[in-house]
């Protein structure tokens, strides 16, 4: 069986605020949902199925679908950290391929920014369950920490250098400039990256993706449904994820789950990364995007600094326009989840509805990949492509 | 309890996986055993009961050199005073995530030996840390 082309995404919405105190998580959920509801012209009435993970209130899709009154004949509650939106938009599309779901919703909300979480910099306090916990606790392991190791093995090996890892940035801010709605809204440069304060060596404060309140959320739809709605169809045409393990302490620090997941994709859809004309590639930092870029086959192995360099991300610019909300680095990272705001750009460029600045001509083809949890310990990763019809 | 050799026992880490007891009994006497595969012969990490190499049950701890070399490391620049973060890949193969202590970050490189330095954690088990050979 194939989803391919069995499912389409009819509805996008990326919530503007970056810094929502005065809401709860549940306010902005709903918030979400009707958001992406309103830009598919559909309604609450119109769900029947509902997908979310472990960002919603109660960490399961109960207590939303009860907030909403959702009328459900399939749920999903994948908890599989950033990445967990992209794969629900596989896990949608197969259930609408299916039959047990018409028109199925996604929603991602919160507010670590308003709460002040350190999310980069402070060490997870986690509890036993988690079998690796007891052998890496003490060890006050930190996301930028592990990044930080993950970039300079991937220097050490490949050559890949500061400067490099900075394109990625400022290929995002350039992207930024043109998003009112974008945490960082200013044009920086490689030298601006490059003399910014070490966090984690070599990993830079302009390195690392913003810490944001907010959310977004998706609807995708049987085709026939798609047809019927007054917005452009982009159907999905490939999915693809895996969990890349900790390989039972054989672990390369320079390859990603992308390696699996983007071959999966690619592989459903029928087409290569040439044939990619926008890709939103998660970025929490910026060497997650070249290592990305090299597991999706966008260039070989090792060559992803090289290929990130000289502006070659850039909408207009480069050779792959990627991330041209700005991204992670720049536009939003709601929850600490970048998975839905990939999905959501990737369907703004295959709409022609990306700010006319950055707008990819005739984009045909667009791919969104990422990660869950921390790479570099097990971690998740999804790869899913779409088409405009 | 009073004994640091019997401190582990206490600490729930520990004690909410009692199949790996022998490994923080040892580490109290600062051996670090490795789970290894009597089948296909490869120690991994963490220890678990079931080979994650090769699937099989046939497991026994086997003591480890407690000598490796730094597979990749960084410095947590935020935290006051600040630590070292690193992989370290075991002579007997298998890739821990630790820290280097007793050394500059300055001074170290990838590639660089070390060897196991046994130290409490927080909650009372002996972690295996790392420093310059």
């Known amino acids: 069986m194939t989803i391919k082309g069995q499912a389409c995404v ?5 919530h503007p605020t970056r810094l929502a105190p005065d809401k709860s998580v549940a306010q902005l959920h709903a918030e979400c949902a009707a958001g992406a509801l309103a830009d598919a012209g559909l309604t609450l009435a119109d769900v029947d199925g509902y997908f979310c993970a472990g960002d919603a209130p109660g960490m399961a899709p109960m207590w939303m679908a009860d907030y909403l009154n959702l009328k459900l004949s399939w749920f999903n509650g994948t908890e599989a950290g950033g990445c967990s939106y992209l794969a629900h938009v596989g896990h949608a599309a197969a259930a609408i391929a299916a039959g047990k779901c018409s028109v199925a919703l996604i929603t991602l909300a919160g507010k670590p920014r308003s709460a002040g979480q350190a999310t980069g910099t402070a060490p997870r306090a986690l509890g036993p369950d ?64 490059v003399s910014s304060p070490l966090i984690s060596d070599p990993i830079r404060r302009l390195d690392c993706c913003v810490i944001t309140d907010g959310g977004g959320a998706i609807v995708l739809a049987k085709p026939e449904i798609a047809r019927s709605l007054a917005r ?27 390696e699996r997941s983007g071959a999966s994709a690619f592989a459903e859809a029928g087409i290569r990364p040439a044939d990619i004309d926008y890709a939103s590639v998660y970025d929490n930092f910026t060497i997650m995007v ?100 | 309890m009073s004994d640091a050799s019997s401190a582990w026992k206490d600490d ?34 963490y220890p678990r009961v079931i080979c994650p190499l ?36 075991l002579a007997e193969g298998p890739r821990l995530m630790t ?16 060897s196991v330095r046994f130290q409490p954690a927080a909650e009372g088990r002996m972690m295996p840390f790392f420093a310059p050979a």
């Open chain 2, 12 to 45: 729930p880490f520990a004690a909410a996986y009692p199949e790996t007891a022998e490994f923080w009994d040892a580490a109290a006497r600062g051996r670090l055993l490795l789970r290894t595969c009597s089948d296909c012969g490869k120690a991994h990490w």
């Open chain 1, 232 to 258: 452009p169809v982009v159907k999905v045409v490939g999915c693809g994820e895996t969990i890349a393990t900790n390989l039972g302490g054989y672990v390369d620090l320079t390859r990603t789950g992308a």
């Open chain 2, 54 to 89: 090769c699937g099989s049950a046939n497991l026994r701890w086997a003591e480890a050199s407690g000598r490796g070399t730094i597979y990749a490391f960084t410095v947590a620049r935020k935290a006051e005073p600040t630590y070292i973060l690193a992989y370290v890949t």
């Open chain 1, 130 to 193: 988690r079998p690796e916990v007891p052998w890496e606790s003490s060890f006050r392991w930190t996301v930028a920490g592990v990044y930080g190791l993950m970039a300079q093995r991937h220097m050490h090996e490949y050559g890949t250098t500061p400067e490099q890892m900075a394109w990625v940035k400022v290929a995002a801010s350039q992207h930024a400039q043109h998003n009112p709605n974008a945490l960082l809204r200013k044009v920086v440069t490689v030298d601006d990256v």
């Open chain 1, 10 to 14: 009819v509805g996008a919405y990326e």
């Open chain 1, 290 to 389: 070249i290592m990305q870029l090299e597991d999706l086959g966008f260039c070989a192995k090792g060559e992803g600094g090289r290929f990130v360099a000289d502006g070659n991300l850039i909408s207009g610019v480069g050779r792959l326009p990627w991330n041209t909300d700005g991204g992670g680095l720049c536009n939003n990272h709601p929850m600490n989840r970048g998975g839905i705001t990939k999905a959501i750009e990737a369907v703004r460029q295959l709409r022609g509805e990306a700010h006319p600045a950055v707008q990819v001509p005739d984009c045909r083809f667009a791919l969104a990949s990422g990660p869950g949890l921390v790479v570099g310990g097990g971690h998740n990763h999804a790869t899913v492509i779409f088409e405009r019809e």
């Open chain 2, 99 to 114: 820290n280097i202590v007793d050394a500059r970050f300055e001074d170290l490189r990838i590639g660089q030996e070390v």
